[in-house]
């Protein structure tokens, strides 16, 4: 009886412990990014690097960026709406338009230099779009929120 207890007792605590494990490298996905608030964002990264504004077409669409080492941080309001990204999963600025086409999978809209693929584990609508040069090359990750 004592040894299943401790043997209850260590599976517990290795269950919890994988748990945590788990949470802490959800949290550090970039789609974990989109929709953080200005409270957030400092508690985490601190003060950014730089800040610029990114002008839109429309008067509407202008944001203010904040830059730190994890990424550009585009804001709309007081909420992170996209994130600019050196990588996502095995996606890395650099590579080839095919290779990242098919680490993104099913569902990817193709334009002449970008894909969309809608992401469907979020709280709310998210996509990622990647940016490719002359040269087939991804050279822009971008996750943000098609509905804002």
Do not use: H
Request: hydrophobic residues 45%.
């Amino acid at each position: 009886m004592a040894i299943s207890l401790r043997v209850f007792a260590c599976a517990s605590l290795l269950f919890c412990g994988l748990l945590s494990v788990s949470a802490q490298n959800a949290d550090s996905g970039p789609e974990n990014l989109v929709g953080l608030d200005l409270t957030e964002l400092f508690s985490r990264f601190g003060v950014p690097k730089e800040v610029y504004s990114a002008r839109g077409a429309q008067e509407w669409q202008d944001d203010v960026v904040f830059v730190y080492p994890e990424g550009d941080f585009y804001l709309y309001r007081d909420r992170v709406w996209q994130v600019g990204v050196k990588n996502f999963r095995e996606i890395r600025i650099g590579d080839s338009r095919p290779a990242a086409i098919l680490s993104l999978g099913e569902g990817v809209r193709e334009f002449s230099d970008s894909v969309i693929c809608s992401l469907r584990q979020s709280p709310w609508p998210l996509d990622v779009r990647l940016n490719f040069n002359s040269a087939g090359a991804v050279s822009a990750i971008f996750l943000y929120r098609p509905d804002l």
